[in-house]
């Protein structure tokens, strides 16, 4: 498995841009598909994008579709979530994830998870 270790939350207003970082353990980072999901207060966790090996393709929920924007760089053993025009309805806890094969939107494909990084927007 590897560590992951998510960064860059904070309290931004309605219509900013933030980006949330997530810095993987381990020499072998481009094998993993790396995700970010989220968790609003009484909510379940939703996938929010994940992103292949390589960077090759990714996958959006359709709530963030065009103003969410995940990458990678393999050789710093990090992946980010771009986030713009920011809604009240995107506050949760924003985790990082990573799985050797699975590259869906189930919270139940990932093997390895970050502590998460709290995003808040206000209106």
């Known amino acids: 498995q590897v560590q992951l270790v998510e960064s860059g939350g904070g309290l931004v207003q309605a219509g900013d841009s933030l980006r949330v970082s997530c810095a993987a353990s381990g020499r072998t980072f481009s094998s993993y598909v790396m995700a970010w999901f989220r968790q609003a207060p009484g909510k379940e966790r939703e996938f929010v994008s994940s992103i292949t090996w390589t960077g090759g393709s990714t996958y959006y929920a359709d709530s963030v579709k065009g103003r969410f924007t995940i990458s990678r760089n393999n050789a710093r053993n990090m992946v980010y979530l771009q986030m713009n025009s920011l809604k009240d309805e995107d506050t949760a806890v924003y985790y990082c994830?990573?799985?050797?094969?699975?590259?869906?939107?189930?919270?139940?494909?990932?093997?390895?998870w970050g502590q998460g990084t709290q995003v808040t927007v206000s209106t």
């Open positions: 994830a990573a799985d050797s094969q699975y590259y869906g939107n189930s919270a139940y494909g990932y093997t390895s």
